[in-house]
């Protein structure tokens, strides 16, 4: 494999692990927003897998920085303004890892696409509508894409100057497709053949198989094998968008937190836990006002 230009493994946190995306909307600007700059930018993407308080990176680019800084405030400009809130979005730092070798790089990659089986909230990479795993040897599954057409002149990014590059796919939502600027082509050359990519997705890493042991061994309640959870971070603060409208989550007082936190916890398969991250306080700090409240 040749690697003449460096590629990056990118994490971003949210702050205390807090949500980072609230809605499906969200992180479907966030891969628009990633596919724009990244013409911009001259970086290339390689993969990328989106949850509701982190999300992941691999790109190709001599350095980072100034990318992920514009992508970073782009998206906390249209965070603030879709959700009526103010500040940055996701911790203030980012951890940035160079992929030296061919073996780390795929390592990196299975780690990136089963990110979400990993944290039990899907049961396989190509069921995430919000990771890259299925735009991967696509003609080797023979998959017909929705209707497309191209972006044409003057197709600007929604909540953004930016505009869309002409010869990007669109689909009849106005959201780009994302083999426009996926880096699907190098990809498939580091695991040869389509067999073989879906064995090493489709499969636990050793990785994955310790902290299974370990989680068994600490007996957590909150784990059972093999199990996704019920209800996402991302469908709960969904549910609770609906549920306030058209009041948003940064505007609730304390009072009212508490007691939509109480509604969904008592009716809902959800944790405190869950429920902390979406309205973005600490755990402890949630559990105290509902049992104080």
Not at 35 to 54: P, Q, R, T
Not at 55 to 83: G, K
């Amino acid at each position: 494999m040749d690697m003449k230009r460096k590629i990056w493994h990118i994490s971003v946190q949210g702050n205390g692990g807090q949500s980072v995306f609230l809605t499906n909307g969200d992180i479907l600007h966030a891969i628009d927003l990633l596919g724009v700059l990244s013409v911009y930018y001259g970086i290339k993407v390689w993969a990328y897998d989106f949850m509701s308080n982190h999300y992941h990176l691999i790109i190709e680019c001599d350095n980072p920085q100034y990318f992920m800084q514009a992508f970073r405030q782009s998206y906390t400009r249209y965070f603030n303004t879709v959700h009526n809130s103010f500040g940055s979005v996701g911790r203030y730092g980012y951890s940035a890892g160079l992929l030296n070798s061919p073996e780390k790089l795929v390592a990196k990659l299975i780690y990136v696409l089963r990110n979400s089986v990993r944290h039990k909230l899907q049961s396989h990479p190509y069921v995430d509508p919000y990771n890259s795993a299925k735009y991967y040897f696509s003609e080797d599954q023979r998959i017909k894409w929705p209707t497309l057409k191209p972006a044409g002149p003057n197709s600007k990014l929604s909540h953004s100057h930016k505009m869309i590059p002409e010869h990007f796919l669109i689909d009849k939502n106005g959201h780009i497709f994302t083999r426009s600027f996926l880096q699907y082509r190098k990809v498939e050359a580091c695991f040869q053949s389509y067999a073989k990519f879906m064995s090493m997705i489709s499969n636990p890493t050793d990785k994955e198989l310790a902290e299974e042991e370990d989680r068994q061994l600490d007996d957590k309640r909150n784990y059972v094998k093999n199990t996704c959870v019920k209800i996402t971070d991302l469908q709960l603060s969904e549910m609770i968008i609906n549920n306030i409208k058209p009041n948003t989550i940064a505007s609730l007082s304390h009072t009212e937190i508490v007691s939509i936190a109480r509604y969904f916890r008592n009716n809902y398969p959800v944790s405190v836990r869950q429920l902390s991250r979406v309205f973005g306080i600490p755990e402890s700090t949630l559990r105290w006002r509902m049992r104080c409240s």
